[in-house]
Structures are given as C-alpha cells and as structure tokens.
C-alpha cells in the first residue's frame, strides 16, 4: 500500500489564552496557553483529501477571532485550488473545523451520522451546546445532503485506501478521528479528540466537552490508532510547529516522515 503525504496548514491562533480554557484539572489554570487552528492535507499522486476547512473573515469577524490567512490562501502555496477538493473529511461541525464548507463547492462531504444528528437535534436548544455551531455552516452541510454529496459513517469507515475515520466523541457526539498510512506508519490525525499533546499524555479534559467517559476513552482510541504516540497530531497544539518541518512558507508543515524529534516522557 502506497502511503500518503500529510501536511498541517496552519491558519489561525489565539494568544490570549490560558491553562483554564484547556485543561481541566490543571493546577496553573492562570497561565498563558496559545492555541494554534489547523486544517490538514492529505495527497498521494493525484489522489487528494482535505481534512477540515477552518474558518473564513466573516466568521472570524462574528466571534471576534482574527484569522492570519483565510483558508483558501493558506492552500494555495500546495498548488491547491478550493474547486480542486473533492473529497473531504470534516472531523466535526464546530465553526473552526467546517466554517469554510461553501468555499469548496465540488467536494463530498465525509462526515459522521452521530454529528449530523447532533448538530441539527434538540441538543441545539441549549445555548451552551450551541456555541462552538454556527448554524450557515450546518445549513450549507444540510445542502451538501440534498445534493447527493455527503457520506455518513457510523463509527469506523474507510475514505479512500490507507484512510480510515474513528468515531470517538467526547467534544462533539459524531467528533471522528483521521488514520492515514504514512512513510514512518499510521498516523492519527487527532482533531479535537486532543486538543494538545498534554490532553492525551496525561489525561487532560479539554472543557468544551459532551460526554467525558467518550473524552477519556478517546484519548486511548488515538493512540491504539498511530504506530506510535509520536504520530498522534493533536487538533490545536503549538507543539506541532515545534516537532515537524516547514514545507515551503512557514505556516505549512509536513508531518508524513514523522517529527523531527520524539515527545518527552
């Protein structure tokens, strides 16, 4: 089996962060904890997989979250156009991770029943539940179906060979996780199955959370899921820009030949 190419573009950030918008549980909830906002690349020949979309001006201009680069830009040094993508993964429907659904207007959306579901269920009557939707995004998801161009998985699936998606849950009911062989072995592309590093590592909460036990067996699932921890991707971990190489301009890096030195103990 051939192996994939992987690349995490990066787009986004928030600085003005700290240890209590990510961790619960932790003893320095005071202390600063940047968040990085990832969309990611799959590409073996002519074969090409976006997995998420990020979020666009307008959306950043609605929850006050400035973005460096929209998202379309951000592709654009992989000689990606937006009509080019059409296979996409979209790990779940929180405004950071489908946000930019309707700039890619030929793709098919490969998405879990269980977020669907969620997203345009009774749950959506609590305000607190709602927040991480916007609800243009799960209406333009809503049309993806009407045209003939979503595919729901219900748990395990396979994309394309050598990419399969993991429901796990936790943050989102139909959160699913991405495995994707590469040179060094598979790879789990994590999304918010782990923000951080640290939330798998040492069993962290992330606070944005639906069902805890999915959270906590999660971070077990994505690890059982990679050859090694070391190529588990965490969803918004700065730590990424740390472990692995740029390719070409400094917001994109290629994770497909493993990092460039290993996670601490």
């Not at 549980?25 to 990020?54: K, N, S």
């Not at 009407?146 to 394309?160: K, L, N, P, Q, T």
């Amino acid at each position: 089996m051939t192996p994939w190419e992987v690349f995490a573009v990066k787009y986004a950030d928030r600085n003005s962060r700290t240890r209590r918008d990510s961790f619960l549980f932790d003893d320095d909830h005071h202390l600063q904890h940047d968040m990085d906002y990832f969309m990611w690349v799959l590409r073996r020949g002519d074969e090409l997989i976006l997995v998420d979309t990020g979020y666009d001006q307008e959306e950043a201009d609605r929850r006050g979250r400035p973005i460096r680069l929209d998202p379309r830009e951000a592709l654009s040094p992989l000689g990606i156009a937006p009509e080019d993508i059409s296979t996409l993964i979209v790990t779940h429907l929180h405004y950071d991770h489908a946000g930019g659904l309707r700039h890619f207007p030929n793709a098919t959306i490969h998405i879990q029943a269980a977020e669907m579901a969620y997203a345009t269920g009774p749950c959506m009557c609590h305000d607190t539940l709602q927040a991480p939707f916007t609800a243009d995004h799960i209406c333009e998801a809503v049309k993806r179906l009407y045209s003939g161009r979503v595919v729901f998985h219900e748990g395990d699936g396979e994309v394309a060979e050598g990419v399969t998606v993991h429901r796990t849950g936790g943050h989102s009911k139909g959160l699913q996780v991405v495995r994707v062989l590469t040179e060094p072995g598979w790879m789990c592309l994590a999304s918010d199955a782990s923000h951080y590093y640290e939330n798998f590592l040492e069993a962290k909460p992330f606070p944005i959370v639906v069902d805890l036990k999915e959270m906590l067996d999660g971070f077990k699932t994505i690890q059982k899921l990679a050859s090694s921890r070391d190529l588990v991707i965490p969803g918004h971990d700065p730590l990424v820009r740390d472990l692995f190489p740029t390719h070409g301009p400094e917001h994109i890096f290629r994770l497909d030949r493993g990092p460039l030195k290993g996670l601490k103990s």
